[in-house]
């Protein structure tokens, strides 16, 4: 039985719905290339800066238990120009599978230049990076998404100078998921990529000493530790919004990419398991996602998309948001 895995997310068709979330292996075109040759819908760039940066002192990632990763990178990259001239080269190269260019800035001036270059270098999609610092109206260091009347004037700022569709991640981390989801989508985001962000830790017991660089000795958790946690937040978001939801954090094989386009996600990304398993890993989850649909006789993928919320109540649980 052929089965058919494409995925519609607004004007936009992938042709499944893996897709390289932004994240290190997306540090140079010629790694998004291997990414898309190896069968990914779409794959992203690592987050991009208008200037150069270095990121956090070494070691910015420890390896976890479980499949989990513990990042405190710092957001380094080679800059939006030097990886403007080397997706030239390479943009022509990646055929079949959309490419996402993720930008972050510091004010809206920046992220509006930002998007206008990721847009002129072929992106298919942008990727609106909001959970980094930046100076707020009120002067002080915060992120974009505590202030939500400065992050719907960046995102219709954005929405006015390109065309190109913009997907934006956002974080549960200050208890108002649900309240980002709804200003994206009144702002004019084309797709919204909510993503539970948990602040970990880890030790070296011989020293006491937190195995990360960076000063605080803290970082993100990512993995498949994430997961159940991520099916809940893309059940309330999508139950919260009419905009498409992309999944992202904790997917870590086919048969978790079914669950969340069952939870109502039209696609997922993943990083973090590919860091474990290398790029010959699409394969595997594509087939496993094959073979999900052929023992049920499913035709298309998307009929799977949003059946678990038909069993779940109108109203969101929720505590956690809070």
């Known amino acids: 039985m052929a089965v058919d895995l494409s995925v519609h997310i607004g004007n936009i068709v992938l042709r499944n719905p893996i897709i390289l979330g932004p994240g290190p292996l997306g540090r140079r075109p010629t790694s998004m290339r291997r ?38 990178e710092g957001a380094p990259n080679i800059g939006i ?61 915060d992120s974009w998404q505590k202030d939500l009347g400065l992050l719907e004037r960046l995102v219709r700022s954005v929405r006015r100078a390109v065309k190109v569709p913009l997907w934006i991640k956002f974080i549960s981390a200050y208890g108002t998921l649900l309240s980002i989801a709804k200003t994206l989508e009144k702002a004019g985001a084309d797709a919204v990529v909510p993503f539970v962000s948990i602040g970990a830790m880890a030790i070296d017991p011989e020293t006491g000493r937190p195995l990360l660089g960076c000063r605080q000795g803290v970082g ?64 595997r989850m594509i087939a496993e996602m094959r073979e999900y649909l052929e023992k049920r006789g499913i035709p298309r993928i998307e009929d799977l998309v949003g059946r678990t919320p038909e069993y779940l109540p109108k109203e969101t649980f929720t505590f956690w948001y809070r």
């Open 35 to 72: 990414f898309a040759e190896a069968g990914c819908g779409a794959v992203a760039s690592k987050t991009l800066s208008s200037q150069p940066w270095k990121g956090n002192p070494e070691p910015k990632r420890v390896r976890l238990p479980y499949g989990a990763l513990l990042n405190a």
């Open 220 to 283: 993100v958790l990512t993995g498949a530790p994430l997961k159940h946690a991520e099916l809940k937040a893309v059940a309330d978001v999508c139950r919260t919004v009419n905009v498409p939801v992309i999944a992202t954090g904790g997917c870590s094989s086919g048969s978790d990419v079914i669950e969340f386009l069952l939870a109502g996600a039209r696609a997922v990304e993943t990083h973090t398991v590919f860091m474990y398993e290398g790029v010959g890993y699409v394969e």
């Open 81 to 141: 120009r030097a990886f403007s001239e080397q997706m030239k080269k390479t943009r022509s190269e990646i055929r079949d599978c959309k490419v996402i260019v993720s930008v972050v800035g510091k004010t809206i001036e920046e992220f509006v230049s930002m998007a206008v270059e990721a847009g002129k270098m072929g992106a298919d999609i942008i990727d609106l990076d909001i959970t980094c610092p930046n100076v707020s109206d009120k002067g002080e260091i």
